[in-house]
């Protein structure tokens, strides 16, 4: 679709009078595009998979215990042994009460998560108020310092000072979390239990301080990139005033970069909340509604990856668990979009467009 | 539906012929084992190949029903509703193969008073009925529960067993193996933990009586072995069906002599 302005040389022309097109171009823009639909294609498809699994459980489907009859013994290999050992009463479970009640809102709302169990009870509660305890902590120590590290990088360093710091801050995000979360089992929660004389020793604490550990280069990266996008006018407005560098940089710069940095804690808000191998490490996996922060919690991503190879497909329990997973991934998602789309974009250009 | 059980039973029953690699899912409690097997077997059968994972006997037991392995270790037996999709998905019951005996013992700190409790203690102690160590002779000081995740076949046999069914207490920590049970104990004196015998190193074995009036035993080869001991459990490996060629070769082996000697290497107890 050439414009009919544009001069075509000759040498471009066919032999239809329309310019030639290269095979070669075509076929590696389509590539390209195609590549950016996978994507995209992959994204839709996780979502929809992800929600399919969950889906009978909104749909009001799935029971909330499920009744087996008795089908008789699997056969034995090898020589009977005189029976010495002792056994538990066979098949306990078929002594679990008949119902046909249908998992619902009250179940989901329960305020214990025992899904093995002779009476199981599906009440996430206790799994989101842990996620929320791990995350407020890991946020309270990683917000604070991300910011003011981004801060001195961006406006009171020397120059060979940012060079160094940014990338070295910016390994911490190379960490694998597991190794973050083995070292907060066996180093970080001795440290802390001997500090603060604590009872239990895995607790959200020690989780929430091995899970800021993960969270800092996130929120450092973001703010840095936030405050180093105020238009210099405003340094150079400052200082010309009178205002010293930290006053300048306290006072100026970090409120002018707030929606950049807000965004930067949401962005870290959604990966504690979604981290799996440090808190199912470090947190001591206990289902516990209690509003302490030194005691043991279960958070959902620990419940997802703990308890996800036992069950079997299509169990209640593994319905619950791909509800636990939407769950999750349409708050870590809601959080990007609206740390992405709206802040980011909407809030900074109204500051850029004040300069 | 239909067609995906025949598919996998044609592969399944395919397997032995192309003499493909055994895998073998499940119990943390026995990968240890497992894997000894394995290396025995392999060494002395260079054709065979052998895979071991661990990830726990529900894993194993799952792994078993959607088909995913030839051998299953678990350290609890198989359920009702287990069976029951079992024979859904390729219409058998499946083969149980008793392959060694466990002591499950109850750990406790180096540093803690307390040397005896009986079953109905240990009941209590993890049902959340008593939390404070005075209460059964030790020190004034909370009893922190530690636990396994429930895709533990020793968290299902200490409940079904130990427990008779009831829930364990909502503030019981649950870790992921034997190992981190051991190691939390290890740490902290007020802990309380249980696990199979073979992995205590650096814990104490708390002395267990069936009830106030009998005598506490320890874990070891003979109170195991008479049945004396009160938490003495079968380790158990399922398969599909009968076993033949390569994998009958291998299962027979386990549970020769040769095999329950290295059952006894490795600390546990053999089956006969």
């Known amino acids: 679709m050439t414009p009919p302005s544009v001069e075509i040389p000759s040498s471009k022309i066919g032999i239809w009078g329309k310019p030639r097109r290269r095979p070669l171009e075509w076929l590696i823009e389509r590539g390209i595009r195609a590549t950016a639909f996978v994507c995209l294609l992959l994204i839709a498809l996780i979502f929809v998979f992800v929600f399919r699994e969950a889906l009978p459980i909104v749909l009001g489907k799935v029971k909330a215990v499920e009744i087996t009859e008795s089908v008789g013994e699997s056969e034995t290999y090898g020589e009977d042994p005189a029976p010495t050992a002792s056994q538990p009463k066979k098949d306990l479970e078929l002594e679990a009460e008949a119902s046909d009640e249908i998992i619902g809102v009250k179940h989901i709302l329960g305020k214990e998560w025992q899904p093995v169990s002779l009476k199981p009870r599906f009440g996430i509660l206790p799994l989101l108020l842990g996620s929320l305890k791990v995350t407020f902590i890991a946020l309270l120590f990683a917000g604070p310092m991300g910011i003011f590290a981004a801060l001195y990088t961006s406006t009171l360093a020397p120059k060979w000072g940012k060079e160094f710091m940014k990338p070295t801050i910016e390994i911490l995000a190379g960490f694998p979390s597991v190794v973050v979360g083995f070292f907060a089992l066996i180093v970080l929660a001795s440290i802390v239990q001997n500090l603060f004389g604590l009872q239990y020793r895995l607790n959200a604490f020690v989780g929430g301080l091995a899970m800021a550990i993960a969270v800092i280069p996130v929120i450092y990266t973001v703010s840095e990139d936030a405050l180093a996008a105020v238009p210099k006018s405003f340094t150079e407005a400052s200082l010309a005033v009178g205002a010293s560098k930290w006053e300048t940089a306290l006072r100026v710069i970090l409120p002018a970069a707030t929606p950049g940095i807000f965004a930067a804690v949401l962005l870290g808000f959604g990966r504690a909340f979604g981290e799996t191998m440090i808190v199912l490490m470090a947190t001591g996996n206990a289902a516990m509604l209690s509003p302490g922060f030194f005691e043991p919690v279960r958070t959902v991503s620990a419940t997802i990856g703990a308890e996800m190879a036992e069950v079997v497909f299509g169990d209640t329990h593994y319905r619950m668990l791909f509800l636990l997973g939407s769950i999750l991934f349409v708050i870590s998602f809601g959080l990007n979009a609206v740390a992405e789309f709206f802040v980011r974009n909407k809030l900074m250009k109204k500051f850029k467009g004040a300069s | ?272």
């Open chain 2, 1 to 272: 539906m239909k067609l995906k059980s025949i598919i996998a039973l044609a592969l399944v029953g395919a397997l032995p012929l192309t003499a493909g690699p055994i895998t073998v899912k499940g119990s943390d409690t026995m990968v240890i084992l497992a894997q000894r097997w394995a290396e025995a077997y392999m060494s002395a059968h260079p054709d065979a190949t052998i895979q071991v994972t661990g990830g726990g006997s529900g894993t194993g037991i799952s792994a078993l029903i959607n088909g995913t392995t030839d051998i299953c270790n678990s350290s609890r037996p198989m359920k009702a509703p287990e069976r029951e999709k079992l024979k859904q998905r390729f219409s058998s019951l499946g083969v149980e193969i008793k392959s060694a005996k466990d002591g499950l013992a109850v750990y406790a700190n180096e540093a803690n008073p307390v040397q005896e409790l009986t079953l109905d203690q240990v009941k209590d102690i993890y049902t959340g009925k008593i939390t404070n160590w005075k209460d059964v002779g030790g020190s004034d000081t909370k009893i922190v529960l530690y636990s396994r995740e429930n895709n533990s076949g020793t968290y299902v046999y200490f409940r079904d067993f130990v427990l008779k069914g009831k829930d364990f207490s909502a503030s019981a920590q649950n870790l992921p193996g034997t190992a981190a049970v051991v190691n939390a104990v290890s740490k902290d004196p007020n802990g309380i933990g249980y696990g199979g015998s073979a992995y205590a190193k650096g814990v104490r074995f708390i002395k267990i009586k069936k009830d106030a009036g009998s005598e506490a035993k320890e874990p070891n080869a003979e109170t195991v072995k008479d049945g004396s001991y009160p938490i003495t459990r079968y380790l158990f490996m399922y398969l599909r069906s009968r076993p033949t060629g390569a994998l009958k070769s291998y299962i027979d082996w386990i549970l020769s002599p040769e095999g329950q000697e290295i059952v006894t290497k490795v600390g546990y107890f053999p089956v006969k």
